[in-house]
């Protein structure tokens, strides 16, 4: 499969758990109150970090899905270590993913992958909330300045943003949602999102996932899950089924659950957003939480199977991709549209502002 055939693929997989994300950013954005938010995932504390990842846990969203409805969290008041938490949680595990996980990986594997992504996001959560005051303060500044763009630049300048919500009604107040979700976020995040399918397709061709087969199993192994999980997009029902390949090609449960945490939970297009939003120093916190949590479960999971005698291989079936392609088509040509839309409305912007000059 070429690169051209990767985007495309790997684009068309996204394109549904994407347009998810942005229609409930979009919600969020309507129909939850700043305030609420920052009541349940803001504060410094253990436990909005818990709630951020049992809320994202069950989620059906993908690493690129996610972006938008974290992002919108985190602007409407959750906390930085409730954000990562949540951002973390939602694409590494959701209820398609569990149930293919059940069917694909058997029952063992299936409550293992939510309960070590659940931990997972926990740990990272507590390390951004806990991390030096300096690391903090570079992320601060680095968000504020970015606050402070968008605030002179963007729609809200001209006093006509989409964002202010009216009430008009339950249609017209979840429309004014859709217009912010597909306008103003898509603008947002167009850039990063873009250049994370491409790289991704970029790995996916110079780097097949069957790849990492060779490299076996233990501490080296796990180590190299990270390197190629952590810019590689791959959603957590999509990744299953690499999960029951390397499973069947000798991979250890471990090495394989080290793939299934970082491969969704990460790429690209999550580190610049999440750079964008919140800074440097919390992008290397978080990928630092993410790795050293992945290797300590997969760990935990090689001992507790080796320990209990369990096969899991025996547990392994199979079972064909549940998304209806007429889905992917549809999502893929929604999220087309919005995407032209905005690249129309900067040149347009761009080519009033040559004219006045």
Known sequence: ??????????????????????VTAGLIKVWIPDGALNRWLGGEGIWPITKAALIGAPLPLCSCGVLPAATELHRSGASRGSTVSFLIATPETGVDSIALSYVLLGP????????????????????????????????????????????????CSSGSCSMEVKSEGVLSRTASGMRYALVEMVEDLLLWLSLGLILAALISTLVPPMVMAEWGSGLPAMLMMILVGIPMYICATASTPVATALLFAGISPGTVLVFLLAGPATNIATIGVLRQ????GV?????????????ILGILTDWFVEAQALDIQGQISDATEWMPEWISLLSGLVLFMASLNVLLRKVSTFRAARSVA
């Open 1 to 22: 499969m070429n690169f051209l055939d990767n985007l495309l693929s790997i684009y068309l997989d996204a394109a549904p758990w994407l347009l998810l994300g942005f």
């Open 283 to 295: 992008v290397l916190l978080y990928l630092a939480g993410i790795s050293f949590s992945a290797i």
């Open 108 to 155: 063992v594997m299936a409550v293992i992958r939510p309960i070590a992504a659940v931990l997972s996001a926990i740990f990272t959560g507590i390390l951004i909330t806990f991390a030096p005051k300096q690391v903090k303060k570079t992320a601060e500044v680095s968000s504020s300045s970015d606050v402070t763009a968008k605030d002179e630049g963007g729609c």
């Open 277 to 280: 939003e919140m800074g440097k």
